[in-house]
């Protein structure tokens, strides 16, 4: 995770953000080479933005920290547009010290979302999700057992339960209750199939007996009481199987870039995880 520095950073002179490791500005013309970089913005952040792509150019030897200073000057909504920021640079955890290098595709985002008969184990799609069809994916002849996880988007949500998930602000109907109407999901797709398919491996490096894993997540609208993600284990015989489906859910959440609109009468907004969900790329915001 990346996060930005105090005032200080900034030229009096330009007001414009420094290169870390020259002291420079980075957008003050200088005899270094520059360097263009494909930015992604995801979630709140493109919302902050007003764009879901964007192409700059750094000098040679800046990090991903100088990246982020240089567009928080630029969009002074993008500090407060989440919690947290994390980077991932082709696809791959970032921290805020990473060098870029030219055409490197960097995204930003807040906290946290090859099979049988054509369809992958892991997938991000906008198509309605079929239990059937996630456990088709890892049923053979010789696993007597799947077990398979759907997440259903919830109606109502009581706001004291403590795994709710909600702005301070929200205050619920007369009983407590959070009324959604339905929710958006949206994710850096390419690289959270990535994701998705390290934590099928962790979980069968956690109980070599699953011989395959599937999870899919779907994103867009996604009405209440439809699946917005399904998970599928199988194995010979069914013990660690249950587990294994709670330990994949548990780590979608925390380090898979999907990311949760809830909107309902009390208005809409992006459901952020914990920023020490993912406590390896975490660095606290001031």
Partial sequence: MVTYENPDVYTEMTNQPTNQSTNQPINQPTSQPALDVQVRLFASLRQAVGAGTLTRSLPVGATVADLVQMLAAEYPGLPSA?????AAVNRVYANEATVLQPGDEVGLFPPVSGGQAGSPLFEITAAPLSLDDVAGRVAAPNRGAVTVFAGLVRGETDL??????????????????????????????????????????????????????????????????????VIAVAAAHRKGTFDACSYAIERLKAVVPIWKKEVGRDGQWWVEGPREANPAQSVALP
């Fill in 82 to 86: 989440a919690g947290a920021i994390y």
């Fill in 160 to 229: 004291a339960n403590p795994y709710a998930a909600a702005p301070p602000s929200v205050s619920g109907d007369e009983q407590g209750r959070l009324r959604t109407d339905y929710l958006e999901y949206e994710a850096y797709a390419e690289m959270a199939e990535e994701v998705l398919a390290q934590i099928g491996a962790e979980v069968q490096e956690r109980w070599p007996q699953i011989e395959v894993v599937s999870i899919v997540h779907r994103i867009g609208r996604i009405e209440v009481g439809e699946p917005s993600v």
